[in-house]
């Protein structure tokens, strides 16, 4: 069996250079090691039993890209067992999550793999733990259905206990749930729009036909003027539409400009270095939040703003005020149970996070007002609209495009709420949780907030060349947390 990969999936699906994979990554980590033939079986039944993609295949048709079923498809092909030289400590378990971050998938199988990793010291007191690793190709689905994925392998320790929803905010002053609300009412408005779009490519074949051609002959002028597309693309879709107005004027403005040049600014290298800050409590976060008026979420991009700054410092770079974030939001309701076809249904939304303010007062305060602004703009709204036109274009205009519109930030940013109770894992505890975005473009630079069980974690994906320590990056928005502990 067959079927369509989907515009909003293909984009992804065919982004990855060799210096930036679309892959995104999850870890899972033990205090003792599970028996990993419950773990293939858990893997087995809820993993490819359950969602047909993971036992499919991208391959192209007769110009058109499909999922396809893999005939020869054998689980071993995607799990495999590693040990840790000894003593396995957490510096080696990084170096070796490291280097898989470059290591493309085989495209003639399903675009996923799983790493059970054994002999790692340092996750306990006395004792060696262990590690899942998961690999997954983003155009498979976005990152909060991944996480989603990876947590239905899960069971509460608890049996009564039930798991709050991945990626819920918590409250309506949280991140996700701010631009979720600014983008909600503009979905339908944008659906018109694109709907728009395809009833004119109906009265007028030849015209987009002529565009799209035209396009793609001139891609690697859109990249040097992007805004290009915007009037193009919009061109074919009438002046009877009511959107098209306000995409044309706003998409342009949205297109304009590039992240601001610092000491990680480059092209990116094959190679990649991983981190990760562990167990910090978030009662804690909630307590410094509650203490200046702010949100958990405010609190953990204040944290980080505060790491940034100093790590930047300690390059030498004291004059940068501010530094561009992608934060991806989730635009389809986000339900316990996940529908066998998964897909990406989300936004990227630019939040320019303020830098170098020292005052916890003054930085929440400004954080704050600068989300506040997210959600009563139209930003989101518009970005969404950017990344659906771009979706309907060749993919000799997509891939640059959206490259260039990943260029205005230094990365991604996401803050993913996971479950409050302990999880397990064919019987064995889940001790934590991280996750790693993936890069395009020129990124150097990616950040994923995941809270799980009272605890947040961090995990740190840089590029080798241009962020060589994303482990010093780390230190200093832990010690950021503290600082913002002891003033609080």
């Known amino acids: 069996m067959s079927v369509p990969v989907a515009s909003g999936d293909l984009t992804w699906l065919l982004m990855d250079r ?3 994979l679309m892959y995104v990554h999850g870890v899972l980590w033990f205090d003792r090691t599970p028996d990993w033939d419950e773990v293939e079986q858990v893997v087995a039944e809820r993993l490819v039993g359950r969602f047909p993609v993971f036992g499919r295949r991208a391959a192209e048709v007769d110009g058109t890209w499909i999922w396809q079923d893999d005939d020869e498809f054998d689980l071993g092909n995607h799990v495999r067992r590693v040990t840790l030289d000894p003593p396995g400590t957490i510096e080696q378990a990084q170096d070796y999550i490291s280097s898989r971050f470059s290591e493309p998938f085989d495209h003639s199988r399903p675009l996923w793999e799983m790493d059970f990793i054994e002999g790692v010291g340092g996750l306990v007191a006395d004792g060696e733990g262990a590690m899942v690793l998961a690999r997954f190709h983003h155009g498979i689905a976005d990152g909060v259905r991944l ?24 409250g309506r002053g949280g991140m996700l749930g701010q631009v979720q609300r600014s983008v909600g009412h503009v979905v339908g408005g944008t659906a ?52 098209i107005n306000t995409w044309r004027s706003l998409g342009r403005l949205a297109l304009s400009g590039r992240s601001v040049e610092t000491v990680w600014s480059g092209t990116p290298d094959v190679a990649k270095r991983v981190a990760w800050i562990s167990g910090l409590q978030l009662d804690e976060v909630r307590r410094i939040g509650k203490a200046h008026g702010a949100t958990i979420n405010d609190v953990l991009l204040g944290a980080v703003s505060l790491g940034v700054s100093d790590y930047l410092a300690d390059r030498g770079e004291r004059e940068v005020d501010q530094l561009n974030w992608l934060i991806p939001v989730s635009l389809k309701p986000i339900d316990a149970e996940l529908p066998a076809e998964l897909g990406n249904h989300f936004a990227l939304v630019m939040m320019p996070m303020p830098l170098g303010i020292e005052d916890p007062d003054e930085l929440l305060a400004e954080i704050r007002s600068r989300m506040t602004r997210i959600k009563n703009s139209a930003e989101p709204a518009v970005l969404y609209g950017i990344q659906r036109i771009i979706a309907e274009t060749p993919a000799a205009v997509s891939v640059p495009l959206t490259n260039y519109v990943a260029n205005k930030a230094v990365g991604i940013l996401t803050n993913v709420p996971g479950p409050r109770v302990p999880m397990a894992l064919a019987g064995t505890e889940v001790a934590g949780i991280l996750g790693w975005v993936p890069s395009s473009g020129d990124q150097p630079l990616g ?23 994303p482990e010093r990056l780390g230190q200093y928005i832990e010690s950021a947390v503290h600082r913002l502990s002891r003033d609080s």
Do not use: H
């Open 447 to 469: 950040l994923c907030i995941f809270s799980y069980n009272g605890k947040v974690n961090i995990g740190i994906a840089a590029d080798a060349g241009l962020v060589p320590d």
């Open 18 to 20: 060799p210096n930036n």
């Open 147 to 170: 996480v989603q994925v990876l947590l239905s392998l899960l069971d509460p320790m608890d049996q009564g206990a039930t798991p709050a929803a991945v990626g819920r905010s918590g």
């Open 192 to 243: 018109d729009f694109v709907a728009g779009i395809g009833a004119a490519a109906t009265r007028a074949p030849g015209k987009i036909a002529n565009e799209a051609g035209r396009l793609a002959a001139t891609g690697s002028k859109l990249v040097r003027e992007p805004t290009r597309l915007v009037d193009a693309v919009t061109s074919v879709a009438g002046e009877e539409n009511k959107w």
